[in-house]
Every structure is written in structure tokens, then in C-alpha cells.
């Protein structure tokens, strides 16, 4: 059975950084794809980033590029999520998700991804 664990939200102010982290167990990693995904409140789920394993491919949502970094541990079977210069508007929850390996017209689609994690919080105050 796949888990997925998401840590490192939190509250920060304007400007801040934070790290998410997810750790799988369960997942054949090092074949297939992970996604980071947000949801603010009264707004649908939107792609932020995604990482497939075997190739190192990365995708970014506009908003985030230059600003966020999506890397992974395949030895620790964790995907890492580096937010910089955050802003309000980045105020979520953070999920990470698993999918086999996407195109890049369907990479932020959240219903090409089989498995969920529960999310984590990101507050940005200004």
C-alpha cells in the first residue's frame, strides 16, 4: 500500500522560505513521477510542481517558477518541495501526489495522479 507523508508547513511571513517534504513508502520511486499540489480555500487544486524520477524532468505552475524547487532523495524515497520569496497568495495546503510519468500538457492535471498525501499547511502573512 502507498503512503504519503507530508511535513515542513508552517507560518511564515512575506519574503520567507519554507521546505516541504514528502516521504513515500510502498512506491516503486525510482519509475514513476511525484507532484506538489495546492489548494486554497474556495479555489480549486492547482499543479505547482512535478518531478519524474528516472529523467530528472521538472515542471513548474508560472507562478512559482524561479521561486520554488522541486528535488528528491531516491535513496530516502523523498521529494522535496524549496519555496522561496513566498508571498500570500502561495497560502495553502501542500499536497504531494503520485502518478506514472506525464507529459507536460498533463502534469498539473490532479486526476492523472493515483495516490495522495493528507497535505500540510502553508500560511504566508504579509
Known amino acids: 500500500q502507498v503512503h504519503l507523508v507530508e511535513s515542513g508547513g508552517g507560518s511564515v511571513q512575506a519574503g520567507g522560505s519554507l521546505r516541504l517534504s514528502c516521504a513515500a513508502s510502498?512506491?516503486?520511486?525510482?519509475?514513476?513521477?511525484m507532484g506538489w499540489f495546492r489548494q486554497a480555500p474556495g479555489k480549486e487544486r492547482e499543479g505547482v510542481a512535478h518531478?519524474?524520477?528516472?529523467?530528472?524532468?521538472?515542471y513548474y505552475a508560472d507562478s512559482v517558477k524561479c521561486r520554488f524547487t522541486i528535488s528528491k532523495d531516491n535513496a530516502k524515497n523523498t521529494v522535496y518541495l524549496q519555496m522561496n520569496s513566498l508571498t500570500p497568495e502561495d497560502t495553502a495546503v501542500y499536497y504531494c501526489?503520485?502518478?506514472?510519468?506525464?507529459?507536460?500538457?498533463?502534469?498539473?492535471?490532479?486526476?492523472?495522479?493515483?495516490?495522495w498525501g493528507r497535505g500540510t499547511q502553508v500560511t504566508v502573512s504579509s
Open positions: 518531478i519524474y524520477s528516472g529523467g530528472g524532468t521538472r
Open positions: 501526489a503520485a502518478s506514472p510519468p506525464l507529459y507536460r500538457s498533463m502534469w498539473d492535471n490532479p486526476a492523472k495522479y493515483n495516490y
Open positions: 510502498g512506491y516503486d520511486y525510482s519509475n514513476n513521477a
